[in-house]
């Protein structure tokens, strides 16, 4: 297999080999360079030009790499061929840039070029330690280092890499008296055996710089010294075509006000690369597919964000506009225009019977009530359908089975008396129309007697501080702090004190045994440390300030307060995000347990709007179900066209999404009309029934059911395999079912004597929609000529559709 950067390199390189035609395209009417002055201040001053052109319609072009540099002035400023300048000696120069036919000057003033740098190691060192990848999980920033050389990942402890590098295993790694004989250096340059192999060249200004630092003291800095406040990437978004090319620039600002182009030590990172790859030196290269991609950069603890919108080439003339039902619709419109993508048609009704129950109440219509809707002459048919759905016992009982996953309703760890009355409390809550914030409330302040109060079991499941914190963030705010705990967020802003404080609201919880059973209590504390500074940090929540003081009372009413308000920034778009992510099959946030600032919706407005919609009305999740479901986009047919064939993150078609375990079961039952009995559970309960997701059984664990040991909806596989194609195809227990004596097969058989409603009966009961002409003529030409006799024929075409993707998949 190549190495990724390999690859990465290539998709560059052809990204901006297409678009070299845009050094003598005439429909560039303007050049502009960014900055057109710069100022260089001191010996490793650099900085990044970007040069664009504008087309004749104002689509702005990057140009960048395909523009040719001079130094007008070669002994005070110099250029790369990248278009970086660097400084030589003071004094004022300038740069010529000559692309597209056009010259453009860029006016260059050094200053401090003979001045020797006062290196600060958390300023200079550790960014190029992060940069080259010394402190990385891969490398020595593992838990357990390499080689007896460990760093903190991703230079999250200055202070203890220091110690590392210059005083553990008797200060060898650094040698201030010869600083090119440093086995840090000789390692790094390839001059000595190094397992991480060449990452720093010999006469490069990475080298000097490290040089510098050890023959100049090894100095660690000073709490006064100037520290990075933020970073931001130039530019902030751009419409880039297929496979085009785009430069990045990166300006670290520091406390003493000074703005550093720090592109060369940044990491940068796609959350999309499907759609665009981005080079270590900031080149974001779009792919062949239309879409919406983030670039991340990180620097020093610091995010910014570049966003790329990559619209489809052609014209979309020809295909009708979606149709307007409610405030989706626009928003969703409003994005396939800015892709050029026009939406599949509506689907017709059968889609959107089948689509709606399966994704309301995990259960397919039977025949009867496919035919009924299918009838159904009533303009608002679909209104009524999802109001049926809404009210029918089976709605709380698929989503119960979704939320016992997210809880974590475990009978290993709660017992089967404990893990029921946990589920029960679920189920209970969406049956009597519980609103969210009060559903999670009622989670986050349980306590007194598990008896009395079932809710409480989740901090029996999830037991220690930082897990329910963790957990609970990750399940209400969806947002992931866990990897807090040991170290800085990589890809966004939290802290050890902003995990800690999470972890200071759960910190006085224990467990007590009373005459009344288990109890869950709230007392007091010990005071909660920050591990590496031992500092003590208070409850408060993320993004918060550590207050001078703690909550009175139980501190989790606190945290209840300001999660399930309608102003908290991610409780609202959270579970906006999840219920749409199951409707749609791709959350506007994806994962949806992934929220960071790095990671942004493809959509913002639209999941701006749907939780301002959600907290409008009260938390009701039937009620944003009903807008969702009522909206176009939710409607439209999976069908796609010659413009959205290869979107699939901005719902212009329908996707096709896998059936869950459980919802994929009861559709063989249903279909064959024999029952499935689970190893202790009473007859007549159906998959998604099921409160244990320990009971054994080999269908379920096959096709993804999740065990619960983590919050993460990733813990349900989707991915189909093999071995599920294979199940299908040559399992007993489906055979047995087809076949069975009391099935449906062979009573559809005996009840339709005439072959034509016969196959009629199959499709509604299998697909729930009427055979097209020539199925059906097919159907009855297999009926009637069957050797096996007709109710074997039956078997073999239910046998058939089951094996079909129009029945494992909701579409």
Not at 79 to 92: E, F, K, L, T
Not at 186 to 200: D, E, L, N, S
Not at 217 to 245: C, N, Q, Y
Not at 585 to 602: I, K, Y
Request: aromatic content about 8%; charged content about 25%; some cysteine.
């Amino acid at each position: 297999m190549l190495p990724p950067r390999f690859i990465i390199a290539c998709l560059s390189i052809f990204a901006l080999a297409d678009a070299a035609w845009a050094d003598d395209d005439p429909a560039l009417c303007d050049i502009t360079v960014d900055p057109p002055a710069v100022t260089l201040a001191g010996a490793d001053a650099r900085f990044t030009l970007l040069v664009e052109g504008r087309r004749a319609d104002g689509r702005i072009v990057d140009l960048t790499r395909h523009a040719r540099y001079r130094s007008l002035s070669p002994d005070v400023v110099e250029v790369s061929d990248q278009g970086v300048v660097y400084p030589r000696a003071d004094g004022s120069g300038e740069v010529e840039i000559d692309v597209a036919g056009q010259k453009r000057l860029v006016l260059c003033h050094v200053t401090g070029s003979r001045q020797t740098p006062l290196y600060n190691f958390a300023n200079d060192v550790v960014p190029l330690l992060s940069r080259f990848g010394c402190n990385s999980s891969g490398c020595h920033g593992k838990a357990e280092g390499q080689n007896g050389f460990k760093l903190s990942v991703f230079g999250f402890d200055p202070a203890a890499d220091y110690r590392a590098l210059t005083m553990e295993d008797r200060g060898r790694r650094v040698f201030p008296a010869s600083a090119s004989q440093s086995l840090l250096l000789r390692k790094a340059a390839g001059q000595a055996p190094h397992g991480g192999g060449v990452r720093i060249g010999g006469d490069s200004r990475e080298y000097r710089i490290l040089h510098d630092w050890i023959a100049g003291g090894l100095r660690f800095g000073d709490a006064a010294d100037p520290h990075v406040v933020s970073i931001a990437l130039t530019p902030r978004e751009r419409l880039l075509d297929l496979r085009a090319g785009q430069q990045l620039r990166v300006t670290a600002r520091y406390s003493d006000g000074r703005q550093v182009d720090v592109t060369s030590l940044v990491r940068f990172q796609s959350n999309n690369e499907a759609l665009a790859v981005v080079d270590e030196s900031g080149l974001v290269a779009a792919g062949e597919m239309p879409g919406q991609v983030a670039v991340m950069a990180s620097f020093m603890g610091e995010v910014d964000l570049f966003r790329a919108i990559i619209p489809q080439p052609g014209t979309t003339a020809g295909h009708a506009p979606l149709a307007e039902n409610n405030f989706i619709d626009r928003l969703v419109a409003a994005q396939l225009a800015k892709l050029n993508l026009a939406p599949s048609p509506s689907a017709d009704d059968a889609t959107f019977l089948r689509r709606v129950y399966l994704d309301t109440i995990g259960t397919l219509p039977t025949a009867g009530e496919a035919r009924q809707f299918l009838t159904d002459a009533r303009g608002d048919r679909r209104a009524r359908l999802v109001d049926d759905l809404l009210s029918r016992p089976e709605f709380a009982d698929y989503w119960a089975l979704k939320w016992a996953d997210l809880l974590r309703v475990d009978r290993v760890a709660l017992g089967h008396k404990g893990a029921y009355a946990y589920y029960r409390w679920i189920r209970d809550s969406l049956a009597s129309k519980k609103p969210l914030d009060q559903f999670a409330r009622e989670v986050l302040t349980a306590e007194g007697p598990l008896a009395e109060s079932p809710a409480g079991n989740f901090y029996k499941v999830v037991q220690k501080p930082g897990e329910m914190a963790s957990t609970l963030s990750q399940v209400f705010l969806g947002v992931r702090i866990s990897c807090a705990e040991c170290h800085h967020h990589p890809f966004d802003r939290w802290s050890q004190t902003d995990y800690y404080g999470m972890v200071d609201f759960f910190a006085p919880l224990a467990r007590r045994q009373a005459p009344r059973g288990e109890m869950l209590l709230a007392g007091a504390a010990a005071e909660t440390k920050h591990p590496r500074t031992g500092e003590t940090v208070r409850a408060h929540p993320l993004g918060a300030e550590t207050p001078q003081s703690l909550p009175v009372g139980d501190r989790r009413t606190a945290l209840a307060d300001w999660m399930t308000s309608r102003d908290n920034p991610w409780f609202a778009k959270n579970l906006a995000n999840r219920v749409w992510a199951h409707y749609l099959g791709r959350g506007l946030v994806e994962p949806v347990d992934d929220v960071r600032a790095t990671n942004p919706p493809g959509n913002p407005e639209l999941l701006g709007a749907l939780a301002t919609y959600l907290a409008d009305h009260q938390f009701d999740l039937r009620e944003l179900i009903r807008v969702i479901t009522s909206s176009a986009v939710y409607q439209l047919s999976s069908r796609p066209n010659e413009t959205n064939e290869r979107d699939e993150q901005n719902y212009s078609r329908a996707l096709f999404k896998p059936l869950d375990a459980e919802v994929l079961l009861d559709a063989v039952c249903q279909t064959t009309g024999v029952g499935e009995k689970f190893p202790g559970i009473p007859a007549g309960y159906r998959a998604v029934q099921l409160w244990d997701s320990n009971v054994s059984h080999y269908f379920l664990k096959l096709f993804g059911r999740p065990l619960r040991k983590t919050p993460c909806k990733c813990e349900r596989n989707a991915e189909a395999s093999v071995a599920q194609v294979l199940h299908f195809l040559n399992s007993p227990e489906i055979e047995d079912k087809l076949a069975h004596e009391s099935g449906r097969i062979k009573h559809l058989a005996a009840e339709h004597a005439d072959n034509g409603e016969l196959a009629d009966e199959l499709y509604l009961t299998f697909f729930s929609r009427f055979p097209s002409d020539d199925e059906r003529r097919t159907a009855i030409g297999h009926l009637g000529r069957s050797t096996a006799g007709r109710r074997r024929a039956a078997e073999d075409l239910a046998w058939t559709m089951l094996n079909s993707l129009e029945f494992a998949f909701n579409h």
